[in-house]
């Protein structure tokens, strides 16, 4: 079936730190999101990319939606306690009513104040 | 407004028994996923409502789920019997019809299944 391999599977930083995780795919994907999920609650959409070669900002945050729409990459500068939880890739193929995402298996990140 | 609320957030039953989680989406949209993440492995995809149709039901493990949103509004996700493969946690998104290209779904916070 389809995967997204998403690496590093766990991350341990240092509060300031700048952290860096990504995604890649065998297949094409038209529309790119990361969510970040906390404990106890769902995933929550931190950036959505919809072009191919596409750089967006969310504050800290930056993603890029890889030119063969099949990779993205989610950058975390200067990081902070309130970063920590686990960072997925998701990836839709917007073909017809398809709306479903294929998604990675996260990205868990530990901050040390 | 109120976001997406699920019912119950966690559940422990046995094997062989039923369990049926409820999901209230936004209000207003049209569009209903349930999603389901088993320790250890990705989310997955179970299956897509707009309104009160089955649009995907493509990631329904088996018969022994069933799902049904009457009237287009809440939604039920019924598991009988559960099986101890069953265990997870089982997410629902819910998301408006735009025409733009954001599709983003916003999720509840999930019913953690645990079947002994």
């Known amino acids: 079936g389809q995967q997204l391999n998403q690496s590093p599977q766990s991350m341990f930083i240092q509060e300031g730190e700048d952290v860096s995780m990504n995604c890649t795919s065998s297949?094409?994907?038209?529309?790119w999101l990361w969510y970040k999920q906390d404990p106890g609650e769902g995933p929550v959409l931190l950036i959505a990319l919809y072009k191919a070669g596409e750089l967006t900002s969310n504050g800290r945050l930056t993603a890029q939606f890889g030119i063969t729409r099949k990779d993205s990459f989610l950058n975390i500068s200067a990081s902070i306690p309130s970063d920590v939880g686990i960072y997925f890739c998701?990836?839709?193929?917007?073909?017809?009513?398809?709306?479903?995402?294929?998604w990675g298996l996260g990205t868990s990140l530990a901050v040390n104040p | 407004e109120a976001g997406v609320t699920q019912f119950p957030s966690h559940s422990v039953i046995e094997k062989g028994q039923t369990v049926t989680l409820r999901c209230d989406p936004i209000?207003?949209?049209?569009?209903l996923y349930w999603y389901r993440r088993v320790m250890g492995k990705e989310i997955k995809f179970l299956l897509h409502?707009?309104?009160?149709?089955?649009?995907?039901e493509s990631g329904m493990p088996n018969n022994r789920f069933l799902a049904e949103r009457t009237g287009g509004t809440y939604s039920t996700l019924k598991v009988q019997p559960a099986e101890l493969e069953d265990s997870g946690v089982y997410f629902c998104?819910?998301?408006?019809?735009?025409?733009?290209?954001?599709?983003?779904?916003?999720f509840g916070s999930g019913t953690r299944l645990t079947v002994v």
């Open positions: 998104a819910s998301s408006q019809v735009v025409r733009t290209e954001n599709y983003g779904y916003t």
């Open positions: 209000s207003g949209h049209d569009n």
């Open positions: 409502f707009v309104k009160e149709s089955k649009q995907d």
């Open positions: 297949s094409i994907f038209n529309t």
């Open positions: 998701a990836g839709q193929k917007n073909a017809g009513n398809n709306r479903k995402l294929i």
